[in-house]
Nanobody, 117 residues
């Protein structure tokens, strides 16, 4: 049974920080690129950050560049998203996605991040 379980979401004030985690099981984590997506109410899902299978390359949406950092620990089968200087516009459900080189994909259930005073 493949599982991607996000954690670390919650309510934070503008300017604050959160670290999201996504724990993977049931597949060869180290062979998969990992992505973080987010979806706000009434908006389309957008790619936030991506990291290659070995962690050697990362990409970010322009809206989060310089504030968010994606990383992974293949020994722990976990990918992280460190979110700093959070803004109300970052409020969304954040989803973890795994993708193999040949196109197989797995999605987590998401975790809510709310940035509000």
């Amino acid at each position: 049974q493949v599982q991607l379980v996000e954690s670390g979401g919650g309510l934070v004030q503008p300017g604050g920080s959160l670290r999201l985690s996504c724990a993977a099981s049931g597949f060869t984590f180290s062979s998969y690129a990992m992505n973080w997506y987010r979806q706000a109410p009434g908006k389309e899902r957008e790619l936030v950050a991506a990291i290659t299978s070995a962690g050697g390359n990362t990409r970010y949406a322009d809206s989060v560049k310089g504030r968010f950092t994606i990383s992974r620990d293949n020994a722990k089968n976990t990918v992280y998203l460190q979110m700093n200087s959070l803004k109300p516009e970052d409020t969304a459900v954040y989803y973890c996605k795994a993708r193999s080189a040949y196109g197989k994909e797995y999605w987590g259930q998401g975790t809510q991040v709310t940035v509000s005073s």
